[in-house]
């Protein structure tokens, strides 16, 4: 990962997955992750940390944490308009609309973003 995209990535993962990293580094006041207090966000090793819940706990095969900068690495696009469909006969008297939309996403650059799989042994 270039050193551009690790200053502005923070780690995610699911909550249970952030007590699982409370482990203690050398000393007993000098933790790994930091849970937020009072106006300040949760850190693992100095990085800041977010919680997603859908993302899955420590388990076989599973991606349960993700590092990186995502505003690098992730694309989304909307291609501009909505497509609207007038159905005036599926429901007598009353005239129906359908709205589609395109968009897209994707990953767009690799090392802007890391992922960390767990074995199973």
């Known amino acids: 990962m270039d050193q551009g995209a690790a200053s502005a990535a923070p780690f995610c993962f699911a909550g249970a997955v952030g007590f699982a990293a409370l482990v ?18 949760a850190s693992l090793l100095g990085y800041p940390v977010t919680e997603i819940e859908d993302m ?10 993700v590092f990186g900068d995502f505003r690098r690495g992730y694309l989304m696009v909307d291609r501009q308009g909505a497509r609207v469909l007038r159905d005036p006969y599926s429901l007598k008297p009353y005239v129906l609309f359908y709205t589609t939309e395109r968009v897209g996403r994707g990953v767009q650059n690799f090392d802007a973003i890391k992922v960390m799989k767990f074995a199973a042994t």
Do not use: K, T, V
């Open 24 to 41: 203690s580094d050398r000393d007993e006041a000098n933790y790994l992750w930091r849970p937020g207090g009072a106006g300040e966000s």
């Open 56 to 65: 899955p706990d420590i388990a076989a095969n599973a991606i349960a944490i």
